[in-house]
């Protein structure tokens, strides 16, 4: 069977230890060398930044997330030994593994270390489809020629680049289509590499359903009162009982289950939301105190919109109450912007018809994304749009020079 040296590069087919280096990080699949979907996925990526930036941590418990009341951002893998999951309470987090080290998130750090990622992507192929900040699939089809080596060889190297020059890891699945590198790069964590090929309907069908991309736990309970608990129960659904049962979304559901996925690797399709949230350290019922809140959390939004290129063509409200009950509200803006002040007037009023219940989180998300060179323009009739965001900007460079701390706006 064909097999690749992680620490070489050379692919075999003798067994045992690389022939080339003696290496024994190898990879061994029929397909190897002629599949060319990838899903790159960071691992513990904002822990393994930090670990990176202060190598005293290196064998430490670490977990990146604020307050009592707030949630894990992220944790390394030694954390993990111990229970702790990303999005856990972070008073559960503290309980489960009390020697942590608990690091606030600083993005701007982890958005650095995510764009040199990005760079080394965009030399092996131009079908680079980010999916979050520390993921993204590939498409490498036809490349072996520029790079004079089967794509297996040329992401090898990448993961041993990636390494040695952003300081952080990543897994890689590779597959002949999304899904299926997807769930091939979640298999083999961390640092690793797995391949998921002809085999896959056969080795996901004894799988919870949950593993697939789309299955939540509201409709793994709901498919389990079918008795359908397994990918391969799901797979053995044809296209009418599938949409019988499971309404016209079956039908994709169980090609999913088999292994089919149609979507190509659209670049222009990368980011579908940029947000920015907090929970309070002790609840908050006061409409006046929510909006002085608020406000930072707009400054944050813009900051990121502008980081990612882009501009909010519409906006969302996340309040989440007491008992955790999540509300969400729209919020209409009549142009496209990336301005703070923008953000905040037209949340506001929304904010204020909201309050009255006591809540533990607030967050500020675009809803629609458009590309930033739509925001902000002005007209004959606004002048005043272009005037603030030369403001913004004004005020953003200081920040960026001497620190987020160096002018704040005033009540």
């Known amino acids: 069977m064909p097999t690749l040296c992680r620490d070489c590069d050379t692919i075999f087919e003798a067994a045992g230890a690389c022939p080339q280096c003696e290496g024994r990080r190898l990879v061994a699949h029929d397909e190897i060398a002629t599949l060319a979907i990838a899903h790159v996925d960071c691992d513990a990526f904002y822990a393994s930044v930090e670990k990176r930036d202060r190598p005293e941590l290196t064998d430490k418990p670490v977990i990146v997330g604020g307050g009592t009341r707030g949630v894990v951002a992220a944790c390394c893998y030694i954390a ?24 606030a998130p600083e993005m701007r750090k982890y958005a650095a270390a995510a764009a040199e990622i990005r760079a080394l992507m965009a030399t092996l192929t131009p079908l680079v489809q980010p999916l979050s900040i520390d993921e ?16 297996a060889v040329v992401l090898s190297r990448f993961a041993r680049q990636v390494e040695a020059e952003v300081g952080v890891t990543v897994s890689i699945g590779l597959a002949a289509n999304r899904l299926l590198a997807k769930l091939a790069a979640e298999r083999d964590k961390p640092r690793g590499f797995a ?11 004894p799988e919870p359903v949950g593993i697939l991309p789309g299955v939540g736990p509201a409709l793994a309970r709901k498919l389990a009162g079918m008795g359908i608990t397994r990918v391969g129960q799901l797979a053995a659904l044809n296209d009418r009982a599938a949409r019988a049962r499971l309404g016209e979304d079956g039908p994709m559901l169980a090609a999913r289950a088999r292994g089919i996925d ?12 940029i947000s920015a949230e907090t929970t309070f350290a002790e609840d908050i019922d006061d409409a006046a105190s929510l909006a002085r809140v608020l406000f930072p959390l707009c400054e944050k939004l813009a900051r990121r919109l502008r980081a990612e290129g882009f501009a909010a063509a519409g906006l969302v409200l ?34 204020m018809r909201a309050a009255g219940p ?20 002005g007209d004959l009739v606004d002048q005043e749009t272009p005037r603030r965001a030369a403001r913004e900007d004004a005020v953003e460079r200081l920040r960026a020079k001497f620190g987020t701390g160096i002018i704040r706006r005033g009540g």
């Open 262 to 273: 149609p979507r190509p690797i659209d670049p222009a399709r990368a980011t579908k939301s």
């Open 136 to 151: 993204a699939a590939l498409d490498l089809s036809g490349t072996a020629a520029l790079h004079r080596a089967p794509p």
């Open 318 to 351: 996340k309040l989440k109450t007491a008992r955790f009950e999540t509300h969400t509200h729209a919020v209409r803006l009549t142009a496209p912007t990336q301005l703070a002040e923008t953000i905040f007037e037209a949340a506001k009023p929304v904010l």
């Open 80 to 103: 993990r030994l111990s229970g702790v999951r990303s999005a856990m309470p972070m008073f559960k987090a503290r309980k489960l593994c009390p020697d942590a080290v608990v690091i």
């Open 195 to 205: 391949v998921l090929g002809a085999e896959a309907a056969a080795v996901l069908a």
């Open 358 to 377: 006591r809540y533990r989180l607030i967050g500020i998300g675009a809803a629609r994304l458009t590309d930033a060179a739509e925001a902000d323009r």
